[in-house]
């Protein structure tokens, strides 16, 4: 897998801060609103090995404390929410009905949240909706942080585990050369892959980072 020269070339492209070495480590972090936004892998260790999820996270503050998950896009999330709008309490969140207006992303996602009416105002987001069915494959997670600050932290995060390879699908990422190659003595060789990155990399990142982007809009575009 080749996620530090892709990351490494998107910043080139994009601007930020680049940290990484040799071995999937990298850290790409870009500015939001003099707000860090930072992406990177998120490991776990399972029984078949090492798993790899693309996250990005960025960090806001809100007067009172509120949570906000939203699941990937499933068929059978539809009959889950049909569960859990009969029974509103259950695993202690709020439940939005799967016919809660916004049939194209609430209907195959799983969405809970401890305020159910500010939630209504968030999903009222054009910007978040679209960011939303744009990324079918993402999960979105909105968590209070420690203290008295009303801080909170957004975290998309890809719902499968991602691996080398470039797949014929918007959802795929292209992670298919290693570093080696990257670093090849050919120049031609090396513009080439820097322009396959580019192609096939640079859209799929936008996407996921504009998720991210717009549900820090829709949380502070109201008062809780």
């Excluded at 892998?41 to 996270?57: C, D, F, H, K, T």
Aim: glycine share 10%.
């Amino acid at each position: 897998m080749a996620w530090n020269q892709c990351l490494y070339q998107y910043c080139k492209a994009r601007g930020g801060q680049y940290l990484g070495g040799r071995e999937d480590d990298g850290l790409l972090v870009l500015a939001w609103k003099d707000r860090p936004l930072a992406v990177d892998l998120l490991r776990i260790n399972g029984r078949s090995g090492s798993l790899s999820y693309v996250q990005a996270r960025i960090p806001l503050t809100l007067a009172k404390p509120y949570a906000l998950s939203i699941g990937p896009e499933k068929v059978l999330s539809s009959g889950v929410n049909s569960v859990l709008r009969a029974v509103p309490g259950l695993a202690g969140h709020a439940a939005l009905p799967a016919d809660f207006g916004f049939p194209e992303v609430t209907k195959k996602r799983l969405i809970r949240s401890d305020n159910h009416s500010f939630t209504k105002l968030v999903l009222g987001s054009l910007e978040l909706r679209n960011a939303l069915a744009a990324c079918p494959g993402e999960k979105l997670e909105l968590r209070p942080g420690p203290g008295e600050e009303g801080l909170h932290l957004i975290t998309v995060a890809t719902a499968s585990a991602i691996g080398g390879g470039m797949i014929d699908s918007d959802e795929s990422w292209y992670l298919g050369d290693d570093y080696d190659t990257f670093n090849s003595s050919s120049q031609a060789e090396t513009a080439r892959i820097a322009r396959q990155i580019e192609a096939a990399f640079f859209p799929r990142m936008d996407r996921f980072l504009d998720l991210a982007r717009a549900a820090w809009n829709a949380v502070t575009q109201w008062p809780i």
